[in-house]
């Protein structure tokens, strides 16, 4: 078993669609989460941390579920320019190391 | 902030050759990492440095690959020999290594072995 897991889609939504991507992850003693983005040709990069409370930024809702072992994206009102792929990143740190994990992706794309 | 600098950014080389790839993490990060990323297998994890030294190196598919990171401000990645089955896009990204805080990515290196 993979120790992140997201449905790597595609995901084909319409402008204006509200979309949503989990993610499981296997170890429990995991202790943070990220969710990055990454444009084609592209390194990923930061798209929000996820916090135990859950947070948002403007469209993007992020929220975790530790029972579970999984965490969410939330998009709102997608815009053409979301079309992206969407990682989300676990991280495992203990005795002395650092371990960043991250799923194959789900491809999303905005269609106009 | 120059940020992660990878080099070189394409390499295109034939079966058997040596490969190496170099990677300049972000200064006064303490964590260091190598991924490969396919269609097939997403962004896979080859190794991880903290403090220079190696933590995991489960990640790396066989004795071909070797890492190294001989201080806090280089690290390299070696093929020898490439196949090409090893064509991919290879990443380093770097951290502060601690709980919370994000990994920074370089442009990645496009490897194609012919």
């Known amino acids: 078993r993979k120790e992140v897991e997201q449905d790597p889609g595609p995901f084909n939504v319409p402008e204006g669609a509200t979309v949503a991507f989990n993610c499981t992850y296997s170890?429990?003693?995991?202790?943070?989460f990220f969710w990055y983005r990454q444009d084609c040709r592209k390194e990923p990069k930061l798209l929000m941390s996820?916090?135990?409370s859950g947070n948002e930024d403007g469209r993007f809702t992020a929220q975790l579920n530790r029972a579970s072992q999984y965490i969410s994206l939330l998009i709102r009102d997608s815009k053409l320019s979301d079309s992206a792929t969407y990682l989300c990143a676990v991280v495992y740190s203990g005795a002395g190391s650092y371990q960043l994990t991250f799923g194959k992706g789900t491809k999303l794309s905005v269609i106009p | 902030d120059a940020g992660v600098i990878q080099s070189p950014r394409h390499e295109v080389t034939e079966m058997g050759q040596e490969v190496t790839l170099r990677c300049k993490p972000i200064s006064g990060h303490n964590s260091l990492f190598w991924y490969r990323q396919t269609m097939m297998r997403g962004l896979e994890l080859l190794i991880y440095f903290n403090n220079n030294v190696p933590i995991d190196d489960s990640g790396m598919p066989e004795d071909r690959f070797s890492a190294k990171m001989p201080n806090a401000s280089f690290s390299t990645l070696k093929i020898q020999p490439s196949e090409p089955r090893d064509s991919a896009v290879y990443f380093c990204?770097?951290?502060?290594?601690?709980?919370?805080?994000?990994?920074?990515f370089g442009q990645g290196t496009r490897l194609t072995v012919v």
């Open positions: 990204a770097s951290s502060l290594g601690t709980i919370n805080t994000e990994a920074f």
């Open positions: 996820v916090y135990s």
């Open positions: 170890n429990s003693a995991s202790q943070s």
